[in-house]
């Protein structure tokens, strides 16, 4: 039984899918299904049940993951932990940060601490707040800011800020005068929102749902400076965090008439190891908040 057996086995698990396992791990889909048939033939089971047309885990072959999760994992944080004692003055750092964030938290937080810590190697990955915390539970990333606020057990969680979601339109719509506006509002405008895998446009659909108002999206984009400059020059309204959208120029911001807050914080695995250069990163954040009098960096 090989390692790279059980990494394939694990990603072809977790995809549903050998294509797409191929295409994440970079190889080519032959060595999958070959590594994987050839693990099923040294343990004397079948791993997947091939009858469907999803890629879907026989009883055996869950609690043969479950096993191999917590082996990978254990591996993953040895090699860690070892480079810890190798390399000194070295280490990488993967975080996860919501395409809303992105450009708003690098120059604030990333930047400050690449000039105390030059030696460590910051790699972001952006993604969906939804999509970053399904990595943090698979173990692909060190950190993910996440923008959720009721964190899982798995994830030990930093609270950074909290911030309201606003309708952000046109400063020259007829409800630029307004204090607030309810979904009813909204209705029949034309609506720009993030897309899928973004836990602000997860809220608000289920808000605009439980209200019994149908959205009218017209645009989709991860791109904020986009979405900003889409509904400054008129072609529609768009549901932002407030304090990423309170100074975007032709554009106002306006509270819902019903609030809606939302927590953001860094999160990482609970029961991970914390390689040094990790450990660097929160012990920065929280000398940063404890400077701060509204307890918020973001």
């Avoid at 030990?156 to 909290?162: G, H, I, N, T």
């Avoid at 072609?235 to 939302?262: H, K, Q």
Wanted: charged content about 25%; overall charge neutral; glycine content about 4%.
């Amino acid at each position: 039984m090989e390692l790279r057996q059980l990494e394939y086995f694990q990603m072809a698990s977790r995809l549903k899918n050998i294509t797409r396992a191929a295409e994440r791990l970079r190889v080519s889909q032959p060595n999958i299904t070959v590594a994987i048939k050839k693990l099923e033939a040294e343990l004397g089971i079948q791993l997947f049940d091939r009858s469907q047309k999803q890629l879907s885990l026989t009883p055996e072959g869950a609690v043969f993951l479950a096993r191999v999760e917590v082996a990978l994992r254990n591996i993953q944080d040895a090699v860690l932990e070892v480079n810890d004692y190798k390399q000194l003055q070295k280490g990488t750092i993967k975080i996860g940060i919501p395409p809303m964030m992105g450009a708003y938290l690098f120059p604030r937080i990333f930047s400050s601490f690449q000039r105390r810590y030059s030696h460590l190697d910051v790699y972001l990955h952006e993604e969906g707040s939804v999509a970053i915390r399904e990595q943090l539970e698979r173990d692909e990333l060190d950190f993910g800011i996440i923008i959720i606020p009721d964190s899982s057990s798995n994830l030990q969680l930093l609270p950074m800020a909290r911030s309201q979601i606003v309708c952000c339109i046109p400063e020259d719509s007829d409800l630029a005068a307004r204090k607030a506006v309810t979904l009813q509002d909204i209705e029949e405008r034309s609506l720009i929102m993030l897309k899928e895998g973004s836990f602000l446009r997860q809220t608000m659909l289920q808000k605009m749902k439980a209200a019994d108002v149908t959205p009218n999206i017209v645009l989709e984009s991860n791109q904020v400076v986009t979405i900003l400059g889409l509904v400054a020059s008129g072609v529609g309204n768009a549901f932002l965090l407030e304090m990423i959208a309170r100074d975007a120029p032709g554009v106002r911001a306006i509270p819902l008439a019903t609030p809606v807050y939302v927590d953001v914080g860094l999160a990482w695995k609970r029961d991970r190891y914390i390689s040094r250069a990790a450990q660097s990163f929160i012990e920065f954040s929280k000398d940063i908040l404890s400077h701060q009098t509204d307890h918020a960096i973001l």
